[in-house]
């Protein structure tokens, strides 16, 4: 499921935060996992390009290139809660010669693979994204988040593509299937967090977008 935050929602967010009681003393992200805007896009074609390396079908590349324009964050809401570790889960295999196959696993290894597969994408395109997951180790309720064990930035420039790929599979790797399923907490997060940088958002005609990677209903 997926939730678009436009950039000119700072009222609706503040009428929001009233009627739930939300308070402002939200946990801060780590510093570099708090930029909600980017400052430099990557042209139209260029974005189509490597889209279409990545097998998108030209037309439909061009539309999400022209889409990414406007994008300040990608954010992922990782669900690793107690359920994810069913075994009910599919990957795509490919057994060579342009062909694939559909093995089981986990739902949780799906949402990794998804999370990975994502991971590329955006560097590729040059989309800074952002992976957070729902539940992990170490972490209180109300307490800030840990660069690396809360969440990981994916963003072309902060360095070596390699590096932080492996740093997001160190992440999950690191936290499998565990407790319940705290959604609501961690979208006022997220909600607090956009409220904050509103103002930049809608200077900068971007959005945030955010997918709930989840086996539920958020």
């Not at 590329?120 to 994204?129: A, I, K, Y």
């Not at 006022?188 to 967090?193: C, L, N, P």
Request: aromatic content about 4%.
């Amino acid at each position: 499921r997926t939730i678009r935050f436009p950039p000119k929602m700072e009222q609706p967010l503040r009428d929001a935060q009233a009627m739930s009681g939300l308070q402002i003393a939200a946990s801060a992200p780590p510093e570099h996992c708090s930029h909600l805007t980017r400052h430099h896009t990557e042209g139209v074609d260029l974005v189509q390009g490597g889209l279409v390396e990545l097998g998108v079908p030209p037309g439909l590349a061009r539309v999400v290139a022209e889409d990414d324009r406007r994008i300040g964050l990608r954010m992922y809401l990782l669900d690793n809660s107690g359920s994810t570790s069913a075994s009910d889960g599919t990957r795509l295999q490919d057994v060579g010669g342009n062909r694939f196959c559909i093995q089981r696993c986990t739902r949780w290894e799906e949402i990794c693979l998804l999370a990975e597969d994502h991971a590329r994408w955006n560097l590729r395109v040059g989309t800074p994204c952002e992976f957070v997951l729902l539940n992990s180790i170490g972490r209180t309720p109300g307490s800030p988040m840990v660069e690396g064990r809360d969440c990981v930035r994916i963003d072309r420039s902060n360095g070596l593509e390699e590096e932080q790929l492996q740093r997001l599979r160190n992440m999950l790797g690191s936290n499998g299937p565990r407790g319940v399923t705290p959604i609501a907490e961690r979208l006022d997060d997220i909600q607090i967090r956009i409220q904050a940088g509103v103002s930049d958002l809608a200077q900068r005609a971007q959005m945030v977008f955010l997918t709930i990677v989840t086996d539920g209903m958020p």
